[in-house]
């Protein structure tokens, strides 16, 4: 059983920062691909970022490029998501999802296991 656990949500200012993480345990945490998304109140859940296991590969959604960084600690168990220059819409339930395979994806649909989610909210 894989498990993953976020944290390091908050409520800052525009034009804040706040980094992300995701914990993954589990037998086979370190075989995972793992992606951000977030879903904002009465809209879909969306794409973030994602990150391969090998580290190599990095994708982000077009509305964060520049702005939020993924990346990972050097044991492959905690994923991070730096995230700078912070607007009211980044506010959001922001989740990280763990995918058995070693390629990222955008499609939530493609992603096995999730955490419970950390609330983020940008006042303005």
């Known amino acids: 059983q894989v498990q993953l656990v976020e944290s390091g949500g908050g409520l800052v200012q525009a034009g804040g920062s706040l980094r992300l993480s995701c914990v993954v345990s589990?037998?086979?945490?370190?075989?995972?691909?793992v992606g951000w998304f977030r879903q904002a109140p009465g809209k879909e859940r969306e794409f973030v970022a994602a990150?391969?296991?090998?580290?190599?590969?990095?994708i982000y959604a077009d509305s964060v490029q520049g702005r939020f960084t993924i990346s990972k600690d050097n044991a492959g168990n905690t994923i991070y998501l730096q995230m700078n220059s912070l607007k009211p819409e980044d506010t959001a339930v922001y989740y990280c999802?763990?995918?058995?395979?070693?390629?990222?994806?955008?499609?939530?649909?493609?992603?096995?296991?999730w955490g419970q989610g950390t609330q983020v909210t940008i006042s303005s």
């Open positions: 990150i391969s296991r090998s580290s190599y590969t990095t």
């Open positions: 999802a763990g995918r058995l395979f070693s390629s990222t994806s955008r499609n939530p649909a493609a992603y096995n296991y």
């Open positions: 589990g037998r086979t945490s370190s075989q995972y691909a």
